[in-house]
T-cell receptor
C-alpha cells in the first residue's frame, strides 16, 4: 500500500472549516483514500473514503486531486468535539489488504 | 444495539504472566483485527482473522497469540514472551477484508509492571 504524509498538528477556530491535507504521491490506480479519526483514548472512527471523485457525507467532505497524489479532508464547521488525531490511509481493494495507520494529524479546535 | 465490546478497559498484570484480552462483536462481521497503539504513535496490526478458525499474523505478532473459534469472538493473549506489553490494545471488525470500513472497540489499556 502507498505511504501517506500528513502534518503532525493543526489548529482550527471553532465554527470555521478545518482543512486537513494528505500527500500520497505513490498511490496506485486501485487504491482508495480512507480517513479515520481517533478521539483521545478511544478507538478510531471511520469518516469517509474515496477513489478519485470527491465525496461528501454527514461528517465531512473528501477532495482528491485530479492526479490523485494528494487529498484534503474538510470538516465544514469544526466544533470542540472534532479535536482528535486524523489518519489518512491509502489501501488497495483486494481482500487481505490491511489498513496501515501512520502518525496522523492532531487537530486542535479552539474556542 | 450493535457494536464491539472490549473488556476490561484497564488491566494490570505482573511481568511474566500471560494475559488474555477479550473482544466480542455482534455486527455479524466476518473479519476481526487486533491493533496495538503506543503513546503518541499510530496503530500497528498484531493479528487479523478473515473467517472463523483462520487467522494471520500482522506486522508485530511476536509474543502474541489469538484464536477464532466463534464468529463473534477474537481473544488476544499477550504472552510473557512479549518484551514490551504495556500499550493500548484495540480490536476491530469489518464485513470482509476488502474495502469495508473498520469498526473499532473502545480499547483495553494494559499495564505490565
Amino acid at each position: 500500500d502507498a505511504k501517506t504524509t500528513q502534518p503532525p498538528s493543526m489548529d482550527c477556530a471553532e465554527g470555521r472549516a478545518a482543512n486537513l491535507p494528505c500527500n500520497h504521491s505513490t498511490i496506485s490506480g486501485n487504491e482508495y483514500v480512507y480517513w479515520y479519526r481517533q478521539i483521545h483514548s478511544q478507538g478510531p472512527q471511520y469518516i469517509i473514503h474515496g477513489l478519485k471523485n470527491n465525496e461528501t457525507n454527514e461528517m465531512a467532505s473528501l477532495i482528491i486531486t485530479e492526479d490523485r497524489k494528494s487529498s484534503t479532508l474538510i470538516l465544514p464547521h469544526a466544533t470542540l468535539r472534532d479535536t482528535a488525531v486524523y489518519y489518512c490511509i491509502v489501501r488497495g481493494d483486494n481482500a487481505g489488504n490491511m489498513l496501515t495507520f501512520g502518525g496522523g494529524t492532531r487537530l486542535m479546535v479552539k474556542p | 444495539d450493535g457494536g464491539i465490546t472490549q473488556s476490561p478497559k484497564y488491566l494490570f498484570r505482573k511481568e511474566g504472566q500471560n494475559v488474555t484480552l477479550s473482544c466480542e462483536q455482534n455486527l455479524n462481521h466476518d473479519a476481526m483485527y487486533w491493533y496495538r497503539q503506543d503513546p503518541g504513535q499510530g496503530l500497528r496490526l498484531i493479528y487479523y482473522s478473515q473467517i472463523v478458525n483462520d487467522f494471520q499474523k500482522g506486522d508485530i505478532a511476536e509474543g502474541y497469540s489469538v484464536s477464532r473459534e466463534k464468529k463473534e469472538s477474537f481473544p488476544l493473549t499477550v504472552t510473557s514472551a512479549q518484551k514490551n506489553p504495556t500499550a493500548f490494545y484495540l480490536c476491530a471488525s469489518s464485513l470482509g477484508t476488502g474495502r469495508e470500513e473498520l469498526y473499532f472497540g473502545p480499547g483495553t489499556r494494559l499495564t505490565v509492571t
